[in-house]
């Protein structure tokens, strides 16, 4: 086991220079401590878990201290917000320490969220507070146990250092691990400065970095935004399939590995309602849940533009053209799995599409209704208003349910445990009074999702009346 203190780094981001990143230090948080760390997560930089209780490691990822071989740089990217193009984003808040290279030979950058302010924070403080930084590392660890392609994160780290928001808050830094920070943005950047040469240079990183396999391609580009798209389009059935909203789906938050990324205030759906926005400060609905897969298409959209100059246009449209059918096959898979069908039936999609309504109407909670059915559970049907229309429903469900062994194999793709808001919420109401227990003890439960834990059988349930209609909004 290498130690913390020796980690390999080989920064390759960094070394493109100046014109796609700038040299930045941590601004170290005062009187620095761990509020949670991830056992997982370490593992991926082949840290024993035992390593999060040092000083040094509480040094390290709040900004105390910082490794030789290290180079702290944020990066510059634009990107289109809720529609609108920012000519000029990049790192406002978070710095790329670098990248680690693990003994299996993986590149993980280390991305220090909240590490004080950078050329590109504008008018903000560069600080993220305590309980965006818990919500962003609880989303990517349970993403992760459901299988749910994302970022991860390694650590929170909490400060004695004001914050200003809606009221005064303490300065948090989140340690998020990916094998690369480059987003659909970085490309619109160079591509709208016209520096055609850099964003060569990127592409050729990019393809180099995350795509090798595309390199042997006649079109290594077109290979690469091919790839891009088909990853997205399998990351937005995942999220459509287990009810989660992003709510931020700027082409700035969108991962060129298309991975979940940027936790801003995401929601995993409670009662079922296909027009469900998370975000607060949504107020047209553009991410609302039903339109994440469109959403998604319109970003890539605005990727392939900034790839013209080096693929046609008509070659590109063609591409995006394949996004919703690659986007239905991927999430057809995952209900057929999650309701415990065998093969693929020409009427699936339209007997999905049934109990959706089903749901919509009765509002049932969404994760919890289909664990029942999964369970094969009477009560399944108490989850439903009309339930004449359920049992109809439910006919047509049991003939296309497979052998024991899919029924066996739905328990373990329908979750037992989700993030819900409200769990999120009592766990950071209680880390704001300097209580981490309840941070640890709910990531550790949604780390084994799909297994019941006898001490924690509320915490399955729909959720109480208070924790219905939680305002989460964007700034944080
Ligand atoms: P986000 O909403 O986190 O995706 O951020 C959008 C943009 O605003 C990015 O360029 C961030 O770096 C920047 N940003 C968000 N919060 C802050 C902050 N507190 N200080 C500086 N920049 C920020
Ligand atoms: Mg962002």
């Known amino acids: ?64 201290k910082i490794w030789s071989t290290a ?82 994160a390694l650590c929170v780290t909490l400060g004695d250092n004001p914050v200003y928001r809606e009221r005064e808050e303490r300065a948090a830094m989140l340690l998020r691990l990916s094998p690369s920070h480059i987003r659909f943005g970085h490309f619109e950047y160079f591509y709208y400065t ?35 798209l088909q990853r997205t389009a399998e990351m937005i059935a995942w999220w459509q399939a287990y009810g989660f909203c992003h709510g931020v789906m700027n082409t700035d938050n969108m991962s060129i590995l298309g991975i979940t990324f940027d936790f801003g205030p995401y929601a995993f759906m409670d009662a079922f309602d296909i027009h469900h926005v998370c975000n607060h400060s949504d107020h047209e609905g553009r991410y609302a849940f039903h339109r994440q897969p469109a959403i998604a298409q319109w970003n890539l959209a605005c990727l392939a533009q900034a790839l013209t100059p080096f693929i046609e246009v008509d070659t590109l449209k063609a591409e995006i053209a394949t996004f919703m059918p690659a986007f239905e096959q991927h999430y057809l898979h995952l209900m057929r799995r999650r309701l415990g069908w065998q093969g693929a039936e020409e009427g699936d999609s339209a007997l999905i599409e049934q109990l959706l309504q089903l749901m919509q109407d009765s509002g049932s909670d969404f994760n919890l209704s289909l664990r029942l059915l999964a369970e094969g559970d009477t009560a399944a049907r108490d989850h439903f208003i009309d339930r004449d229309a359920f049992d109809r429903w439910q006919q047509q469900h049991q003939q296309r349910q497979g052998s024991s062994e899919t029924r066996q194999a739905a328990l373990q793709a329908n ?62």
């Not at 180099?208 to 891009?228: F, H, I, K, T």
């Not at 009592?426 to 009074?433: H, L, T, W």
């Open 415 to 476: 979750p037992v445990y989700v993030l819900r808001n409200y769990l999120a919420q009592n766990a950071i109401a209680a880390a704001e009074q300097g209580d981490f227990s309840e941070v640890r003890a709910l990531h550790e439960l949604l780390a084994t999702p799909f297994s019941t834990q006898p001490n924690y059988a509320d915490y399955a349930a729909a959720p109480p009346d208070w924790g219905r209609r939680l305002e989460i909004s964007c700034s944080s």
């Open 71 to 152: 180079e702290p740089r944020a990066m510059v990217y634009s990107g289109h917000q809720f529609g609108a193009y920012n000519p000029k984003l990049g790192d406002g808040r978070g710095l790329l320490l670098g990248e680690v290279v693990n003994q299996a030979g993986e590149h993980w950058d280390l991305h220090l969220k909240g590490a004080g302010s950078t050329p590109y924070s504008r008018m903000g403080d560069g600080r993220a507070v305590l309980r965006s930084s818990i919500r962003e590392f609880l989303a990517s660890e349970a993403l992760h146990a459901l299988g749910i392609p994302t970022s991860r």
């Open 1 to 64: 086991m290498p130690l913390l203190s020796d980690l390999h780094f080989d920064n390759r981001f960094a070394r493109l220079g100046d014109t796609f990143s700038t040299r930045v230090s941590p601004e170290p948080l005062s009187n620095p401590r761990l509020v949670v760390s991830s056992a997982s997560a370490l593992a991926l930089l082949d840290l024993d878990a035992d390593e999060a209780q040092s000083e040094l490691f509480t040094e390290l990822f709040a900004g105390h």
């Open 194 to 228: 016209r520096q055609h040469d850099a964003l060569r240079q990127l592409l050729d990183f990019t393809l180099s970095s995350c795509y090798p396999e595309c390199l042997g391609d006649p079109q290594p580009e077109l290979a690469m935004y091919r790839q891009v």
